[in-house]
């Protein structure tokens, strides 16, 4: 399906009560369910689920094999690396709903999630933070901060452009400096 707002592969499916944004792409085999919201110039991956009642904000990139379950909010220019995983129970059981024990995620405006990552649910994911490739975060992410491992910890600092800093808060890539200020790291 694709109209003149946003494009969506054949097979594809987007519930009724969606919004999707103009210029998004949704690609093969996922499924937009009821209540959600997709920014404009996003792009949706292949088998990826987003829904019922997640946000999406502008211009992300949400990578194949992903799921966005109820709970999770994404702000703009957010990276999902492929088979990052969600959740939105702390103790999940088949055999017990627990939908009204739902925790919000947040991943923050230009945040990066690398591939294989798990956010566990009820964490924030600061602005323009890294989450390494396989890693597992069970606590929030502060702004501008690089974290890796199982669980996730602190490596670096980064810019927001994605360069990792020493711990001068030099970039290693550009030679430039850094300072933070207000909870942000600025060019010196």
Not at 14 to 21: F, L, P, R, S, T
Request: glycine share 10%; hydrophobic share 35%.
């Amino acid at each position: 399906m694709s109209n003149k707002k946003f494009f969506c592969h054949e097979s594809s499916y987007v519930d009724e009560n969606v919004e999707v944004g103009t210029d998004t792409k949704i690609w093969h085999f996922s499924h937009i369910l009821n209540n959600t919201v997709i920014g404009k110039n996003c792009s949706i991956g292949q088998n990826v689920v987003i829904g019922p009642n997640v946000k999406v904000g502008d211009g992300c990139k949400i990578q194949n094999n992903i799921s966005l379950y109820d709970g999770v909010i994404i702000e703009d220019d957010v990276f999902l690396g492929p088979s990052c995983v969600f959740t939105n129970v702390i103790n999940p059981r088949a055999f017990i709903e627990r939908k009204d024990e739902f925790k919000s995620t947040i991943v923050k405006k230009g945040a990066s999630i690398g591939a294989n990552a798990t956010i566990v649910c009820g964490v924030t994911i600061g602005n323009y933070s890294i989450v390494g490739a396989g890693s597992v975060v069970t606590k929030d992410v502060e702004p501008y901060s690089v974290v890796v491992g199982n669980p996730a910890k602190h490596y670096s600092m980064t810019s927001k452009d994605g360069d990792i800093l020493d711990n001068n808060l030099i970039c290693k890539k550009t030679g430039k400096t850094f300072i933070l200020k207000d909870n942000q790291v600025i060019e010196k």
